[in-house]
């Protein structure tokens, strides 16, 4: 069974910092490119920041130089390391992994609340 399990969200006042973990199990997590996506109320889900399983990332423009996405293989878990937060990056964030066009899983999601 595939379990993705987000932890790490909470409320900060805008400027602050968070780092989001998730933790995978059934999957052989080493070969999965992993992600982190959002979805803000009223608003559709949009992709955060991904990391290949060579390491390789991405992200979203709004994010660029505040987020930092990264793995750990021997823990099977990915981060997403958030600083100089602002309101707008309120949302529930979700982990994602994907395997080519065939596998592809969600976490639950955790709420990232950004307000003063």
């Known amino acids: 069974q595939v379990q993705l399990v987000e932890s790490g969200g909470g409320l900060v006042q805008p400027g602050g910092s968070l780092r989001l973990s998730c933790a995978a199990s059934?999957?052989?997590?080493?070969?999965?490119?992993m992600g982190w996506y959002r979805q803000a109320p009223g608003k559709q889900r949009e992709l955060v920041a991904r990391?290949?399983?060579?390491?390789?990332?991405n992200y979203v423009d709004s994010v660029k130089g505040r987020f930092t996405i990264s793995r750990d293989n021997a823990r099977n878990t990915v981060y997403l390391q958030m600083i100089s937060l602002k309101p707008e990056d309120t949302a529930v964030y979700y982990c994602?992994?994907?395997?080519?066009?065939?596998?592809?899983?969600w976490g639950q999601g955790t709420q990232v609340t950004v307000s003063s």
């Open positions: 990391i290949s399983s060579g390491g390789f990332t």
């Open positions: 994602n992994a994907k395997l080519g066009g065939l596998y592809f899983y």
């Open positions: 059934g999957i052989m997590f080493s070969n999965y490119e």
